[in-house]
C-alpha cells in the first residue's frame, strides 16, 4: 500500500488528479492521496454498517408479514441488504483495512451508520414506508455513486441500486394496498408515512453548509451531488408519487417555488438528527445490542470455517506451505 511518504512524489500526485479530472476510475493499485483513501474508507465502512444495521428493522417484521408471499418478499429484501453490506466491507477491504476492523469499530460504538435505522418499526405499515421512502432516499443518493472515482465502490453501487429500486417498489406496492383497504389500513399507512418522512430527508446529511466533507468530496467526483441537491430531488420524486398512493407528506409548509427553482419546506429538526448521530436516538442501543450478540453468537461458525479453510489447504500441498509458513 502506498503512504503519505509518496505525498512528496508530484508525478503521482499529477497523475492521479489527471485521472480524476478525465473521469477516470481509481482502482486498488493506483496511487492515491492519504486523504482520499481515508475518505473512502470512512463512507464505504459507514455505508456497509448502514446495510447490516438496516436488516434489524425489517428483519423484525419477517416473522408477522400478513402473508406468505409478503413474508417471502421481505425475507428476500433483508438478504439483499446483506449482500449489500458483504459487497461495500469487500469495497472497503481494497483501501487496506481488515473487516475484523470494521466490525470490531461497528459494535464497540465507534462508527457511524445511517441515523434512519435508529427509529423503530411498530406496524406494517413501517415495511412500505421504509421500502417507499428509506430505499427511495438510498437512490437517490446512492445512484450517482454509481459514477464515484473510486472503481470498486461505483462497481458496486452499480448492482445495488438496481436492488434498491425493486425494494422501493415493493415498498410502494405495499403501501397502494393498505391505501386501497378500510379506514384503519389507511390510517396505518399514513401514521407510518408521516413518522418516516422527516427521518428520510435526513439521510442526505447535514444541510451544506453544516456539511465538513462535501466541498472535497465533490472535488474527489466521490459524491457528485450536494446533500441538499439530492434531498431537492428526492422531495421531486415523493410528491407526484404521494398522490398515487393518497398519502399527505407532514409538512405544511412544503410546495413548489418556482421563482427559486426550488421546494419550500420547513426546518428540518437538526437537533433530532445530531442526537440520533450522538447515539440517543429512540432505537441506538437495541441496535448495537443486536448487532453485538449476533457476532458473539456468530463466533462458532467464524472458527468453522476457518478451520474448514484450514484443512482443506492442508489437503493442498503448495497451500499448506503457505499456512505453515505464516503459522
Ligand atoms: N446518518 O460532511 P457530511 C440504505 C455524518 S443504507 C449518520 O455531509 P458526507 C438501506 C457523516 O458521515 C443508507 N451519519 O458527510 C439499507 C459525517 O460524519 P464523519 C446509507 C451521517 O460523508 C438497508 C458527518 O455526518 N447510505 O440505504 O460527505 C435497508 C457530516 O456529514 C448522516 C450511505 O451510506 C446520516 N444520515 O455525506 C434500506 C450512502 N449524514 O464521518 C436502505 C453513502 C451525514 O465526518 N454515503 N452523516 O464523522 C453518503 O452518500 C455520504 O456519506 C452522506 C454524508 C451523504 C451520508
Not at 55 to 65: D, F, H, S, Y
Not at 234 to 240: K, Q, R
Not at 296 to 312: H, I, M, P
Not at 320 to 327: D, L, T, V
Request: some cysteine.
Amino acid at each position: 500500500m502506498t503512504t503519505d511518504t509518496d505525498a512528496g512524489n508530484a508525478a503521482e500526485q499529477d497523475a492521479f488528479d489527471a485521472l480524476i479530472a478525465a473521469e477516470q476510475r481509481i482502482e486498488p493499485r493506483d496511487w492515491m492521496p492519504d486523504a482520499y483513501r481515508r475518505t473512502l474508507i470512512r463512507q464505504i465502512s459507514q455505508h456497509a454498517h448502514s446495510e447490516i444495521i438496516g436488516m434489524q428493522p425489517e428483519g423484525n417484521w419477517i416473522t408477522r408479514a400478513p402473508s406468505l408471499k409478503r413474508k417471502a418478499i421481505l425475507m428476500a429484501k433483508v438478504q439483499d441488504e446483506a449482500g449489500h453490506g458483504l459487497y461495500l466491507y469487500s469495497a472497503a477491504q481494497t483501501l487496506g483495512i481488515g473487516r475484523d476492523e470494521m466490525t470490531e469499530q461497528l459494535i464497540a460504538g465507534r462508527a457511524k451508520y445511517s441515523s434512519i435505522f435508529n427509529y423503530p418499526t411498530p406496524t406494517w405499515a413501517d415495511m412500505g414506508a421504509i421500502g417507499w421512502l428509506v430505499d427511495g432516499a438510498a437512490i437517490c443518493n446512492q445512484v450517482p455513486l454509481c459514477r464515484a472515482s473510486y472503481g470498486p465502490y461505483g462497481r458496486a453501487m452499480v448492482r445495488i441500486c438496481k436492488e434498491e429500486s425493486f425494494h422501493q417498489r415493493q415498498g410502494f406496492e405495499i403501501l397502494l394496498a393498505l391505501m386501497q383497504g378500510s379506514p384503519a389500513q389507511r390510517e396505518m399507512a399514513q401514521d407510518a408515512v408521516d413518522r418516516w418522512y422527516w427521518p428520510s430527508l435526513m439521510m442526505f446529511g447535514p444541510p451544506d453548509d453544516r456539511s465538513p466533507n462535501s466541498a472535497q468530496s465533490m472535488a474527489w467526483k466521490i459524491k457528485r451531488f450536494s446533500n441538499d441537491e439530492l434531498r431537492q430531488r428526492f422531495i421531486g420524486m415523493l410528491v407526484p408519487q404521494a398522490e398515487v398512493l393518497g398519502v399527505s407528506l407532514p409538512d405544511p409548509e412544503l410546495r413548489w417555488d418556482a421563482g427559486a427553482g426550488r421546494w419550500h419546506m420547513s426546518e428540518i429538526d437538526w437537533t433530532e438528527f445530531h442526537e440520533v448521530l450522538a447515539g440517543r436516538g429512540p432505537m441506538n442501543s437495541e441496535r448495537l445490542r443486536a448487532r453485538r450478540e449476533a457476532h458473539e453468537g456468530g463466533a462458532w461458525v467464524r472458527e468453522a470455517a476457518a478451520e474448514y479453510a484450514r484443512k482443506r489447504a492442508l489437503r493442498r500441498p503448495a497451500v499448506a506451505e503457505a499456512f505453515e509458513g505464516a503459522a
